[in-house]
């Protein structure tokens, strides 16, 4: 058995074995590219009119949205930009809640259950498969990563032996017999979607998983650990300051430090850490370029500061992931392109599916012309 026997072998029982998920999670991929944009269409709430005047602070904000909810816990806010509503998202008892309101008026715009929200539903079927947390990523993650290996058996198998080879073997022969066509819709397919598919494929497992985040990190850094990005100061909780008070006071400071700038996300403060962290986004729905800020709980003190301009290129493109898994880094013809590979990918496991079993039944066959 040679080396393109195994690869074909391999290529054959793993994408047997990971094709469902590889198709449901490539599928509502293809539903979530566009989410913002289909958002924005669908969801008037989401944008409103500038107004030339400083935004309520998040005390308010928090203050509006738990009159709301008052039997739920808030969790992050998120001043969007200054032509969209702020987010206040609320959680407890199993209820997941966003309070959408107008950061100039305080005027709640809507109140939104994520829990039947279509496109949180999508997005925990991509993540999950609406598995129970630890096992359902556990599912994708090995599916992806079996995806990526058959990218690469798929690119192997199909490669031609001769220069000569490589028009046709890019053709997809339309007027051939079906088994052929669907043979060329797998592979041709499959060789144009693969830079793409893999850099979609590699930025979600990135996003999911810390160990690969950290090699990435480590990888493009060339080996060179930066300290000053991985370690937080130690705050030991004393007397911590007002939570409603802690949050105006960080959130001022970091309007002030990153001037310009579209997205504030106000994370709660974790439990025994001490820390409030405030990100800010460059731009408005753009998770690349961000500025992070990190205030102490017990007086409201700036203690660290990571600006975009001083992190090091492997946490830059760690940042980048999301961009890159979406398309969205380029824009919207990233976007068409990054849907375009997402729906090839949802076409492969069947195409792959219907090739083994037009295989599998030449086989049968002539085992029963033999007897």
Same mark, same amino acid.
């Given at each position: 058995?040679?080396?393109?026997?195994?690869?074909?072998?391999?290529?054959?029982?793993?994408?047997?074995?990971?094709?469902?998920?590889?198709?449901?999670?490539?599928?509502?991929?293809? #539903?979530?590219?566009?989410?913002?944009?289909?958002?924005?269409?669908?969801?008037?709430?989401?944008?409103?009119?500038?107004?030339?005047?400083?935004?309520?602070? *998040?005390?308010?904000?928090?203050?509006?949205?738990? @009159?709301?909810?008052?039997?739920?816990?808030?969790?992050?806010?998120? &001043?969007?930009?200054?032509?969209?509503?702020?987010?206040?998202?609320?959680?407890?008892?199993?209820? %997941? &809640?966003?309070?959408?309101?107008? *950061?100039?008026?305080?005027?709640?715009?809507?109140?939104?259950?994520?829990?039947?929200?279509?496109?949180?539903?999508?997005?925990?079927?991509?993540?999950?498969?609406?598995? /129970?947390? /630890?096992?359902? @990523?556990?599912?994708?993650?090995?599916?992806?990563?079996?995806?990526?290996?058959?990218?690469?058996?798929?690119?192997?198998?199909?490669?031609?032996?001769?220069?000569?080879? #490589?028009?046709?073997?890019?053709?997809?022969?339309?007027?051939?017999?079906?088994?052929?066509?669907?043979?060329?819709?797998?592979?041709?397919?499959?060789?144009?979607? %693969?830079?793409?598919?893999?850099?979609?494929?590699?930025?979600? +497992?990135?996003?999911? &998983?810390?160990?690969?985040?950290?090699?990435?990190?480590?990888?493009?850094?060339?080996?060179?650990?930066?300290?000053?990005?991985?370690? +937080? *100061?130690?705050?030991?909780?004393?007397?911590?300051?007002?939570?409603?008070?802690?949050? $105006?006071?960080?959130?001022?400071?970091?309007?002030?430090?990153? /001037?310009?700038? $579209? #997205?504030?996300?106000?994370?709660?403060?974790?439990?025994?850490?001490?820390?409030?962290?405030?990100?800010?986004?460059?731009?408005?729905? %753009? &998770?690349?370029?961000?500025?992070?800020?990190?205030?102490?709980?017990?007086?409201?003190?700036?203690?660290?500061?990571?600006?975009?301009?001083?992190?090091?290129?492997?946490?830059?493109?760690?940042? #980048?992931?999301?961009? +890159?898994?979406?398309?969205?880094?380029?824009?919207?013809?990233?976007?068409?392109?990054?849907?375009?590979?997402?729906?090839?990918?949802?076409?492969? *496991?069947?195409?792959?599916?219907? %090739?083994?079993?037009?295989?599998?039944? $030449?086989?049968?066959?002539?085992?029963?012309?033999?007897?």
């Amino acid at each position: 058995m040679n080396i393109k026997e195994i690869a074909r072998l391999a290529h054959r029982w793993l994408g047997l074995t990971s094709g469902l998920v590889v198709f449901i999670v490539s599928i509502t991929g293809c #539903m979530y590219v566009f989410q913002d944009e289909i958002r924005d269409a669908t969801e008037p709430w989401r944008k409103i009119e500038v107004q030339q005047k400083a935004v309520l602070l *998040p005390s308010a904000l928090s203050a509006i949205a738990q @009159k709301v909810h008052p039997e739920l816990q808030i969790g992050r806010i998120v &001043y969007v930009s200054k032509d969209r509503s702020a987010v206040i998202f609320l959680t407890g008892k199993g209820q %997941f &809640y966003t309070v959408y309101i107008n *950061p100039y008026s305080g005027a709640v715009l809507h109140d939104q259950n994520l829990r039947k929200d279509f496109f949180t539903i999508v997005q925990f079927i991509h993540i999950y498969l609406l598995l /129970p947390g /630890p096992i359902g @990523k556990m599912v994708v993650g090995v599916s992806v990563f079996i995806f990526l290996a058959l990218l690469i058996t798929g690119v192997f198998i199909w490669w031609p032996k001769r220069k000569t080879q #490589m028009k046709r073997a890019l053709t997809i022969k339309l007027n051939g017999k079906w088994r052929r066509v669907n043979y060329d819709l797998h592979s041709v397919l499959g060789v144009y979607a %693969f830079l793409i598919a893999f850099i979609v494929a590699f930025t979600g +497992l990135s996003i999911s &998983y810390d160990w690969l985040k950290k090699g990435v990190n480590r990888t493009v850094n060339l080996g060179t650990s930066y300290e000053f990005e991985e370690k +937080l *100061p130690a705050i030991k909780v004393t007397k911590a300051l007002d939570s409603a008070k802690l949050m $105006d006071i960080s959130f001022l400071e970091s309007v002030k430090r990153s /001037p310009g700038s $579209d #997205m504030f996300l106000i994370a709660p403060v974790e439990k025994g850490s001490g820390l409030l962290n405030i990100t800010v986004y460059q731009k408005a729905l %753009f &998770y690349y370029k961000s500025d992070r800020y990190y205030f102490n709980g017990n007086n409201g003190e700036l203690v660290k500061e990571l600006a975009h301009r001083h992190k090091s290129n492997g946490l830059k493109l760690n940042e #980048m992931s999301y961009d +890159l898994h979406t398309g969205q880094i380029l824009g919207l013809p990233g976007k068409i392109i990054a849907f375009l590979s997402s729906l090839i990918c949802t076409t492969l *496991p069947v195409t792959g599916f219907l %090739f083994w079993r037009g295989k599998r039944k $030449d086989k049968r066959k002539a085992l029963a012309d033999k007897v």
